[in-house]
């Protein structure tokens, strides 16, 4: 079973960083595509970026030049590194992986991870 463990999210500051982590585990296979998406209250989850097993990433245009996605593959663990953030930016976090071990695509998320930008 494909469990998904988010941590680091929290308040900060306007113009201040924060980076998430996500951990897999159980039963995940080596060609994948992790990523985080976001989601306020009564609006839809949106992407914020993702990376493939061999480094291939995108971003949502907000966070361009921002945030950075990266992986440890040994670790089975992805990373978002949140820069110069601001207001807007304040959402529940959640991780995301996708993988196709045969014919079927699965599709997993954690359980979110709140990050307020305030003062």
């Known amino acids: 079973q494909v469990q998904l463990v988010e941590s680091g999210g929290g308040l900060v500051q306007p113009g201040g960083s924060l980076t998430l982590s996500c951990a897999a585990s159980?039963?995940?296979?080596?060609?994948?595509?992790m990523g985080w998406y976001r989601q306020t209250p009564g609006k839809q989850r949106d992407l914020v970026a993702r990376?493939?097993?061999?480094?291939?990433?995108n971003y949502a245009d907000s966070v361009k030049g921002r945030f950075t996605i990266s992986r440890d593959n040994a670790k089975n663990t992805v990373y978002l590194r949140m820069l110069s953030l601001e207001p807007e930016d304040t959402a529940v976090y959640y991780c995301?992986?996708?993988?196709?071990?045969?014919?079927?695509?699965?599709?997993?998320w954690g359980q979110g991870t709140q990050v307020t930008v305030s003062s």
């Open positions: 159980g039963g995940i296979f080596s060609i994948n595509t």
């Open positions: 995301n992986l996708v993988q196709r071990p045969g014919p079927f695509q699965y599709n997993y």
């Open positions: 990376i493939t097993n061999d480094g291939s990433t």
